[in-house]
């Protein structure tokens, strides 16, 4: 197995941790009839997936190098998605409109950023961040919610934004020099966020 590949797997065990750390749904990583799959390696890079209208969408995304960008786009049915990034200074977008939603984002590495929109039906979307200075920013308009980020490193920026429905946020930041925006607005609720330097 090469060092890149064994680099990677590690990184995927402990992204996934990440993930199911603290999670109370079930998370929905395949689906039917829709699928879209695409792997990269090296710097400067750019994918994007999009799905509308689909049955049983479902797509994945994975980067390995630096100055890389993807994006994902699903409207409608049962959606899910997945996008993780190995590098610095890479940039991540999901924009998911309508149905059952679900959304990980994964980034190791350093100057990377993680944005995510949602709109409507049972949401669920975790991103983890790993590494120094990584941006996270979430912003879902409505349905059941629950949002989950976490980032482990220094000096991280994570921003949420809640305008209705079930909620739950649930949020941690180990590192130190870190800052939280939260902006929430109404319905369900129970927030918590857990910060700790080390």
Excluded: C, P
């Amino acid at each position: 197995m090469s060092h890149i590949k064994h680099k990677l797997i590690m990184t995927m065990v402990i992204l996934l941790g990440l993930s199911i750390f603290g999670t109370t749904q079930d998370l929905i990583l395949a689906a039917g009839a829709n699928d879209a799959y695409l792997y990269q390696t090296g710097d400067d890079n750019e994918a994007a997936i999009m799905q509308q209208g689909t049955l049983e969408s479902w797509a994945l995304q994975v980067q390995q190098g630096s100055n890389n960008t993807m994006y994902i786009y699903q409207a409608g049915e049962r959606n899910s998605s997945t996008q993780t990034q190995v590098g610095q200074s890479n940039v991540a977008y999901a924009a998911i409109i309508g149905i059952n939603n679900t959304t990980i984002q994964n980034q190791v590495g350093d100057g990377n950023d993680l944005f995510i929109w949602q709109s409507g039906n049972n949401n669920l979307f975790i991103q983890n961040q790993i590494g120094f200075e990584n941006l996270a920013y979430a912003w879902v308009q409505g349905s059941s919610n629950t949002v989950r980020q976490n980032q482990v490193g220094f000096r991280h920026s994570s921003r949420v934004t809640i305008t209705g429905n079930d909620n739950i946020v649930d949020h941690i930041q180990a590192g130190v020099g870190t800052e939280l925006t939260l902006t929430y607005i109404g319905d369900g609720a129970e927030i918590s966020a857990f910060r700790f330097g080390f």
